[in-house]
């Protein structure tokens, strides 16, 4: 029996669901299986490679489409979907809060052991100057003549000394400002006035001049007009490098050349003006300053070695792209971005030492590599792999991509077939990538974001906190600028404010259990089947236990905690105003309505509807329009439609509409609401004339779930959150905007027309690429096969701007990037064929780009969700005293209870309960699941019938050691 098919792929017998065999082929065994018979379930450790594999979800809808085609559609999307859920975005993800915890531990201890050498050096600074003092005091008690000595000597010596004119010059706080003129100014000054009049006539004109001049520049460089005049020639030079693309026209590049030219020149006269305008020292003082001026020289130089035609305008022209980082200079007048900005720069200082660990172990695997792969990955001659360990760059590089986790179970693969293929030295090689794996992508990578998170949320407090003091500034200055009359109205507000806040606390400090005894709380307050969108601030879920018989419950010394009682939520009131005009407060139609939907059993009857009109979207036939079952269901959508109007006529006849405060549609969830509910109404109306405008409305009844947030009070949290954190993630969004635009300017310099090839590798330029030319099919010269020549460009090219920002967000998602990555070192010249490994150097571009987009930035945009979720769970609490531990230790305490131990009375039970409770017997308990593992893990495909009833008889007898073990279980502690 030979295969086929040239793609051998998993089949299920006739009689068995899966994929059938066609054409009068049958499905038998004898296949190795997919991917050299590695991936499979065949026995215990096969399976646990293939389990390891999916929850790096790294190829594993290839292994669910596989197990489709072998055992049918019903149970494996089961399996495979729980597998991702609870290990890859569960379990896996608890590594992640383990070392965010474990490097905020280590962030204060190394925090504390800072402050405490400070301490102690103050301490021991003091302890010296207390020495010295008294040393100092003793001598002056020996010997006070001396003094009196000096101090005649001291006196003739400073009135000789001479004085200058120019002492100071104002440089508006600015270290080193004029430090020269200074200098220069007093030894001129120290000259005898007499011996050069009119040099030092001349001089003192000039000093003044020179001064007036630079306080005049340095005006003119710290006012706004210059700053903006900055930004808008940065903007000016970033359209310049963004307009350049590949196959454009001649005058176009002399446009180009010009403005980089001219631009150049200007941000030159920039540089210049800066340094004399605030000194040369003072200019240096800044790391940004530091910054221009070598970009700045980098581009007067490559002007002139382009000029020269020394080299080609390649080289150090990069270096302009970067000049587009000036544009942060923005953040002078957004606080909230330049904190974002400040948090990056720390985040980048404490990920420094990071990238060297990560450095050294890619280096150490790199080097293990090469001695364990090297050369070896040539065993299939008809496919070049391009992931390989043959030289140390390549291993660097094929790390760096297992660390992505894009492919890595390919070069595991072919690692393994290195070695012989799925027997017993070649399974041993997944050793090495299983460790570099767990060491690089889960603990090294996820160190990035435990540090972003934690510089974030220094951010953030940074920001609330220069909020509250622009509050404060404000409020200070609006106190000093109102009448007495409204002093008086503001201090009374403020008076009003501080007992309410007064009031937030004691029923915060009332639900810890710490309130005057006085206090009391009425039991009718806590009563649970309320409906649960009638209170906009979050309750528990805990039902309380209640007393009917007593009205009111004295709160003493220890109190029920409040996470314990369910607070009844009240109803939202009817609003004052009418009802479409007509509907008064007081209107019995009205307040029957009112009662109706804030009714419990109403909301979850809603919420029930709502549930079965998702399923009937989810049950449509997209493909027979006019089926039965579409028709079935066409009529059902009629009826939920019908109950969903009558909801909302009947709220907005209990809030009214939308003309007063707390209308039916002064909430954003209710508009909702009525938006969804009006699309099927209005697909309804209009059937028959427009079908296009018909579809797309029908196409948004998908929103009809959403219907759900505004009944589910957990969800509508989660959502708000996520809004919250969306409306504050703008800043981020155009940070890496901004890094995004730049690599992709760079990568346009570099890449622009140099990623065609010909499908004829011999070929190396277009006009060569014509004709046909002869493959062989799988190596084979028998089977020759003519194909015709085409010349072709990478699927993701960088020859413009807006497609090099598009090939690099494929290479920030880690989805196919090693191919961009290999094709980019292969590029030669534009209009010119790949060559094989041509510019390696080139891969450093990728590197850094995935480390600063993929790694870091990236991670910031999960780091500021879970910042944004952390506050809001905050917000709760943000006027009580205790902070989230204290919380946490309190509610505790009020919630403890004593353990209660079962000692049964008869004296038989108490034997069995004695041996139960023993720790013998737990230890051979454990024994015993140990070795029902052993043997479960034991069995194998293809196991003799022999193995396979000594399993059988060993799962019964742990079977039987089971029941007696609960058998035992209920007779000592009862079945209760």
Request: hydrophobic share 40%; proline share 4%.
């Amino acid at each position: 029996d030979t295969p086929a098919e040239d793609d051998p792929s998993p089949c299920a017998p006739q009689s068995a669901h899966g994929r059938q065999c066609q054409n009068g082929t049958e499905c038998k065994a004898g296949w190795e299986g997919p991917k050299h018979g590695i991936t499979n379930f065949d026995n215990f450790a096969f399976a646990m490679l293939t389990v390891f594999q999916c929850i790096t979800m790294e190829g594993w809808t290839d292994v669910l489409y596989w197990m489709q085609d072998a055992m049918g559609y019903e149970l494996p999307w089961v399996y495979f979907v729980s597998l991702v859920i609870f290990g890859s975005f569960f379990v896996l993800n608890l590594v992640l809060g383990v070392l965010s915890g474990e490097f905020s531990k280590e962030r204060e201890k190394a925090k504390a052991r800072g402050d405490f050498q400070k301490l102690r050096e103050k301490q021991q600074l003091e302890e010296d100057l207390k020495g010295y003092l008294d040393w100092i005091t003793q001598a002056e008690d020996i010997d006070p003549e001396n003094e009196d000595e000096g101090m005649d000597e001291e006196k003739p010596r400073n009135m000789s000394m001479p004085t200058s004119e120019t002492e100071s010059v104002n440089t508006d706080n600015v270290p080193g400002a004029d430090m020269e003129g200074e200098n220069c100014g007093a030894r001129l000054a120290s000259l005898p006035e007499k011996n050069f009049p009119f040099f030092n006539f001349s001089s003192r004109y000039w000093r003044r001049w020179n001064r007036f001049c630079r306080r005049k520049c340095r005006a003119a460089v710290k006012s706004n007009v210059f700053y903006w005049l900055v930004i808008f020639l940065v903007f000016l030079n970033t359209l310049t490098i963004a307009s350049e693309h590949y196959n454009q026209p001649d005058w176009l590049t002399e446009v180009q050349d010009t403005a980089n030219k001219v631009l150049l020149a200007l941000f030159t006269a920039e540089m210049l003006l800066k340094m004399y305008s605030l000194g040369l020292q003072a200019y240096f003082v800044s790391l940004f300053n530091r910054f221009d001026c070598f970009i700045v020289c980098g581009g007067i130089l490559e002007t002139i070695l382009v000029e020269t035609k020394i080299m080609s305008p390649l080289g150090i022209s990069v270096l302009r792209c970067v000049r587009l980082l000036r544009i942060f200079k923005i953040t002078r007048y957004w606080n909230s971005l330049s904190n974002l900005v400040a948090s990056l720069l720390n985040s980048v200082r404490s990920i420094a030492s990071l990238l060297l660990l990560l450095f050294l172990f890619i280096i150490i695997f790199s080097l293990l590599g090469m001695q364990l792969f090297g050369g070896k990955f040539n065993f299939d001659e008809m496919q070049t792999r391009r992931s390989t360990f043959d030289n140390f760059p390549q291993s660097l590089l094929t790390v760096f991509q297992i660390l992505t986790g894009e492919d890595w179970n390919s070069v595991m693969y072919d690692g393994i077939m290195a070695y012989g293929g799925p027997s017993f030295p070649g399974m041993l090689v997944c050793i090495y990538f299983i460790i570099l794996f767990i060491c690089g992508n889960y603990i090294l990578l996820n160190v990035f974001l435990a540090i972003a998170v934690d510089n974030l949320a220094d951010a953030e407090s940074l920001t609330s906190a220069q909020k509250e003091e622009e509050e404060e500034k404000e409020r200070k200055k609006l106190a000093r600028t109102a009448s007495p009359e409204k002093k008086q109205e503001m201090e009374k507000t403020a008076v009003e404010e501080e007992t309410k806040e007064e009031k937030i606390e004691l029923k915060s400090i009332t639900a810890d259990g710490e309130s005057p005894p006085a206090t009391k709380i009425n039991v009718d307050d806590y009563q649970p089947n309320e409906s649960e969108e009638k209170s906009p601030y979050p309750t528990t879920e805990a039902p309380a236990e209640e007393d009917e018989e007593e009205p009111e419950m004295p709160v003493g010394p220890r109190p029920r905690p409040m996470s314990e009682l369910h607070l009844k939520e009240k109803a939202v009131p009817m609003p004052d105003a009418s009802a479409f005009f007509i509907f008064s407060p007081n209107n019995r139609f009205r307040v029957h309505c009112h009662r109706i939907v804030n009714d419990n059993i109403f909301t979850n009857l809603i919420l029930f509807f709502i549930l079965l009109s998702s399923i009937s979207l989810a049950a449509e036939d997209p493909v027979r329009h006019l089926s039965f079952r579409n028709q079935i269901l066409g009529n059902a959508d009629y009826v939920f439609t019908s109950i969903f109007t009558l909801e909302i006529i009947l709220k907005m006849t209990a809030y009214g509409a939308f003309l007063h405060k707390g209308s039916f549609c002064r909430n954003y969830f209710n508009i909702l609401d009525l938006l969804v509910v009006s699309v099927s109404l209005i697909s309804f109306g209009i059937q028959s004339s427009a079908i296009n405008v018909v579809k797309i409305l029908r196409v948004l009844r998908v929103l009809r779930p959403l219907r759900a947030i505004n009944r589910a009070k957990g969800l509508k949290h989660v959502v708000q959150c996520v809004f919250v954190a969306i409306r504050t993630i703008g800043n981020i969004v155009i940070v890496t905007t901004l890094l995004q635009f730049m690599f992709a300017c760079i990568g346009v310099q570099l890449f622009k027309g140099k990623l065609y090839s010909c499908t004829d590798s011999s070929k190396q330029t277009e006009a060569e690429c014509r004709g046909y030319y002869i493959t062989y099919k799988d190596g084979e010269v028998s089977q020759p096969m003519i194909q015709p020549r085409s010349w072709e460009n990478s699927k993701f090219d960088f020859d413009n701007v807006l497609t090099a920002m598009m090939a690099l967000f494929t290479v920030s998602t880690f989805e196919g990037w090693p191919e961009l990555l290999y094709r980019s070192i292969d590029s030669h010249m534009e209009d010119v064929g790949p060559i094989y490994n041509h510019r390696v150097e080139i891969s450093i571009f990728f590197i850094i780009y995935i480390i600063i987009i993929a790694f870091f930035m990236m991670n910031i945009f999960v780091g500021f969700v879970i910042v944004t979720f952390q506050e809001q769970g905050e917000q709760e609490y943000k006027n009580c005293e205790l902070d989230k531990n204290q919380r946490q230790c309190v509610e505790y305490a009020l919630k403890a209870r004593p353990l209660r131990r079962y000692i049964p009375k008869n004296q038989y039970q108490y034997k069995v309960w004695y041996v139960v409770n023993s720790t013998y017997f737990e230890y051979l308990m454990f024994v015993l699941i140990l070795l029902n593992t052993i043997c479960l893990a034991m069995q194998h495909y293809g196991q003799s019938c022999m193995f396979k009833e000594a399993m059988n008889i060993l799962n019964m007898l742990f079977t039987g050691l089971f029941t007696v073990e609960m058998v035992l279980k209920l007779i000592a502690f009862k079945p209760k």
